[in-house]
């Protein structure tokens, strides 16, 4: 984790806010980050893995966080979902991937980015629909170690989410099945993936504001993205510029700007379902209102 903060405005305390460095959340925060949104509240930063901020969230650290949908059921009691700033789309679900074609996972070793994380939630649910009987041991690492332990043969497979799906066969891995295509196929709805979520603690006027700066910051960007690409290949991971910009048109679309009725359809589909199979608790009346 390294923190990264803006100017205070009118002297108030920065955010503390948490997410990952990977281009569409750089992209996303860029504007607001840097105090280019008038009457934003200024953001103390922190990068970390989706894992981490997963874990953030269950122990109530950081008042704003970019967390898994999965988490959501165990978070919402001092959380609340901002309607924007997040990563739903089509087309751009986690991948299941294999060092040789058409392997049957049943007993087979499988990592995945989090145990917590809405990959591993839509992966069990296409497991469930496909594999006759159950995988076996799941392995949790970080998302950037899944596809070498794949290719080395540390794991039988990976689930793999964000730039893999660009740049898996680079690797000489095979796409076993697409998680996305299962569930826009069975459901009809988007993939919802990661979310912004803000301690209800900060009261309702606040967090009006947080989502009104959010929609602001992704609206800056898209109005000039050459601004933000300084922040977005700083933190890439020495990513190549094409993928990061692949990656920023998948994932930043108008679900980020507005969840919209499609957007929260498809997140309370995925949380129902998953509450179904035993996979999260379920969600009590009202948990996804905002603010």
Same mark, same amino acid.
């Given at each position: 984790m390294n923190p990264e903060s803006a100017e205070p405005v009118g002297g108030e305390e920065p955010l503390r806010i948490a997410y990952s460095p990977c281009p569409n959340d750089t992209f996303v925060f860029d504007a607001w980050a840097h105090g280019r949104i008038p009457g934003a509240p200024a953001l103390?930063?922190?990068f970390a893995d989706i894992d981490v901020t997963n874990g953030m969230a269950e122990r109530g650290e950081f008042e704003v966080l970019k967390v898994s949908y999965a988490v959501l059921p165990y978070v919402l009691d001092d959380y609340a979902l901002l309607p924007c700033g997040g990563a739903l789309g089509r087309g751009c679900g986690p991948l299941v991937l294999t060092r040789e074609p058409d392997v049957d996972l049943t007993g087979r070793t499988v990592a995945v980015p989090s145990e917590r994380s809405t990959a591993y939630l839509l992966f069990r649910l296409w497991a469930a629909d496909t594999i006759a009987e159950e995988v076996g041991e799941i392995v949790v690492m970080p998302f950037h170690e899944i596809m070498p332990a794949v290719r080395d043969g540390k794991v039988d497979a990976g689930l793999?989410? +964000?730039?893999? @799906?660009?740049?898996?066969?680079?690797? #000489?891995?095979?796409?076993? %099945?697409?998680? #996305? *295509? +299962? =569930?826009?196929?069975?459901? #009809? /709805?988007?993939?919802p993936l990661g979310a912004i979520i803000a301690k209800r $603690?900060? #009261?309702? *006027? @606040? /967090?009006? /504001? /947080?989502? *009104? $700066?959010?929609r602001a910051s992704v609206r800056? !960007? =898209?109005?000039?993205?050459?601004? $933000? @690409?300084?922040?977005?290949? *700083? &933190? !890439?991971?020495?990513?190549?510029? !094409?993928? %990061?910009?692949? &990656?920023?048109g998948l994932y930043v679309n108008e679900f980020t700007a507005d969840l919209g009725e499609d957007g929260y359809a498809a997140v309370r589909g995925l949380l129902t379902r998953a509450a179904a199979e035993g996979l999260v608790p379920p969600l009590g009346p009202g948990a996804l209102d905002f603010p």
């Open positions: 103390e930063v922190t793999v989410i +964000h730039e893999a @799906r660009f740049t898996y066969q680079n690797y #000489g891995l095979h796409k076993l %099945a697409d998680m #996305g *295509e +299962h =569930w826009e196929r069975t459901t #009809g /709805l988007p993939i $603690s900060l #009261g309702a *006027e @606040r /967090l009006l /504001l /947080l989502a *009104e $700066s959010a800056a !960007a =898209w109005d000039d993205p050459e601004v $933000s @690409r300084p922040y977005v290949l *700083e &933190h !890439a991971q020495e990513m190549d510029p !094409a993928v %990061a910009d692949q &990656h920023i």
